[in-house]
């Protein structure tokens, strides 16, 4: 007779494969493991308590429509990656609808922010800025910089060349450090 391992003992690979073969424990076990990490992503995205939760939500619940169909290509976390960033894009397009509000490459009118010594306040207005690069942009710093991800890791998750997460970042520095002087950061 097999023994059953603990999900809290049990790897990615076996609990995706369990799940898979529709063991609704599993997949809970699944979606606890990683819903924190979902989250965090969400959050840096959308810089929204709020529209974190609502993304992180929405991944797991495509997530669940979706185990059957993963083929393994892959870590597991660069699928949860792909599928955080699909999830908060579609968000800020349905918002974008709801909200009748356009958003220009680049040009939108930032509030102006008082000057502040405390680090953490700087780090949030940084991450308001990206907040307004253009989303493939965004999507390179966050992954980047937020979660700390290669070029490489960060091109697997964006399905781009790494090239090209080194043209996004490079250009997302130089409008970064044009929003940070309209904002009196720099």
Not at 7 to 30: C, T, V
Not at 51 to 70: H, T
Not at 124 to 135: A, G, I, M, S, Y
Not at 144 to 159: I, K, R
């Amino acid at each position: 007779m097999a023994m059953m391992l603990d999900d809290g003992d049990a790897s990615d690979a076996e609990l995706i494969g369990r799940a898979r073969d529709g063991d609704r424990a599993a997949f809970g076990a699944l979606v606890e493991r990683h819903y924190d990490f979902v989250h965090r992503v969400a959050w840096r995205w959308s810089g929204n308590r709020t529209d974190a939760e609502d993304i992180a939500q929405e991944v797991c619940v495509r997530m669940g429509r979706s185990i059957r169909g993963w083929r393994g290509e892959g870590a597991f976390s660069t699928w949860l990656y792909a599928m955080t960033l699909n999830a908060a894009r579609d968000m800020a397009r349905k918002s974008a609808r709801e909200t009748v509000k356009t958003q220009a490459y680049g040009s939108e009118v930032l509030t102006l922010v008082q000057a502040s010594d405390d680090a953490d306040e700087l780090a949030e207005d940084l991450w308001q800025c990206v907040r307004r690069l253009p989303d493939k942009r965004r999507e390179a710093v966050l992954l980047v910089y937020g979660e700390g991800l290669t070029h490489a890791a960060t091109a697997d998750a964006m399905a781009i060349s790494e090239a090209t997460v080194s043209w996004h970042i490079h250009e997302a520095k130089k409008r970064l450090k044009v929003l940070m002087r309209q904002a009196g950061e720099v």
